[in-house]
Structure formats: C-alpha cells, structure tokens
C-alpha cells in the first residue's frame, strides 16, 4: 500500500508563502502520477499540481506562475511551493498518487486516484 503524509499548511495572508511536502513510501511502481489537490467546503476537488517520475509538471490555470511542485526522489519526498497566495487558495490541500494515463490536471480528476495523504489546511486572508 502507498502511504503518504503531508505536513505544511496553516494561516498565512494575502501575498504570503507556504510550503507543502509529502513523504510518500510504500510503492513499487516507477510510474505514478503525484501531486496536490485542493478542495474547499462544498466543492469538488481539483488538481493544484502534479509531477510525473521524469520530472514533467501541470499545474491548474489559476496558479501558474504562482505555485511550483518538485521531487527529491533519493527521499520520496514531493513539494508544493506556494507563493504570492490568495484568499481563493484557500482549501485542504490533499497529496495524491496514482499511475494514470496522462500526468495532468487538466487530463485526470481526483476520482481516478486511490491513494491520498491526510490532507492540510491552507487558510490565506
């Protein structure tokens, strides 16, 4: 079983920074798709970032340029770096693996993905 655990996250203002890591451990396969998903009261979860194993990232339209997923495969440990932050940023913020056909937020919705850390709060005011 793929384990994940994320730490990170809390309250931070407008215009401020945060980061974001998940220690993944537990899987074999070379090939997962990883990343962020955001989700806040009463919508649906939706792709932050993601990053394959060669590195290729997506991100979701309105934090491009904003936010930046990397990976540190000699630990397993995938990061999400948040800057300039908006109120709209604002969500539980969920670590997420799986082996899909196309590593993009715009190709893949959370349903397609079984293995998930405990999630985060990111409060921006």
């Known amino acids: 079983d793929v384990q994940l655990v994320e730490s990170g996250g809390g309250s931070v203002q407008a215009g401020g920074s945060q980061r974001l890591s998940c220690i993944a451990s537990?899987?074999?396969?070379?090939?997962?798709?990883m990343g962020w998903f955001r989700q806040d009261t009463g919508e649906e979860r939706e792709g932050v970032a993601l990053?394959?194993?060669?590195?290729?990232?997506s991100y979701e339209d309105s934090v491009q340029g904003r936010f930046t997923i990397s990976q540190d495969k000699a630990t397993n440990i995938r990061y999400l770096q948040m800057d300039n932050l908006k109120p709209e940023d604002t969500g539980m913020y969920y670590c997420?693996?799986?082996?899909?056909?196309?590593?993009?937020?715009?190709?893949?919705?959370?349903?397609?993905?079984?293995?998930w850390g405990q999630g985060t709060q990111v409060t921006v005011s």
């Open positions: 997420a693996a799986e082996v899909v056909g196309v590593c993009s937020v715009k190709h893949v919705r959370w349903y397609e993905f079984n293995n």
């Open positions: 537990g899987y074999t396969y070379k090939t997962y798709c």
């Open positions: 990053i394959d194993s060669d590195g290729r990232t």
